[in-house]
């Protein structure tokens, strides 16, 4: 599941609806709003996000959270290391090697580090 994904769910549980019913609100396929939820379809589109907020009918700061969250929740990401250091090409390939590895308080550690830092993308925005 995405970070996009685990939103949906936490919306359509407030709201009481099942993936079926939010599927024929937003006018897509049931089998397609079930992918966006567990990670399998990339981002949607500027559209989709509009058609889920409205349906939501969720307030200005909770749109741009589900903006922000769909702009990290791509399952397939390239990192793209041309023209970086040697050091960030090798974090690169060993983070793709072994992330399906690391245990859930090493990813933790790894988040709050990002986050801390001016570079991440919280405070770039």
């Known amino acids: 599941m995405t970070p996009l994904g685990e939103t949906l769910r936490l919306l359509r549980e407030r709201k009481g609806v099942s993936q079926k019913e939010m599927a024929a609100g937003i ?6 709003l079930s992918a966006l939820e567990h990670g399998r379809r990339g981002a949607p589109s ?5 058609r889920i907020a409205g349906y939501f009918n969720i307030i200005w700061d909770e749109v741009d959270d589900l903006f922000r969250v769909a702009g990290l929740s791509d399952p397939r990401v390239t990192v793209d290391t041309g ?23 090493t990813v933790e550690k790894i988040l709050e580090i990002l986050s801390n830092t001016d570079e991440s993308p919280q405070n770039r925005q």
């Open 27 to 32: 006018g897509v396929s049931p089998a397609y």
């Open 46 to 50: 500027f559209d989709l996000l509009q």
């Open 83 to 105: 023209g970086l250091s040697p050091r960030h090409t090798l974090l690169a390939n060993i983070l793709a090697r072994d992330i399906a590895d690391l245990a859930p308080t």
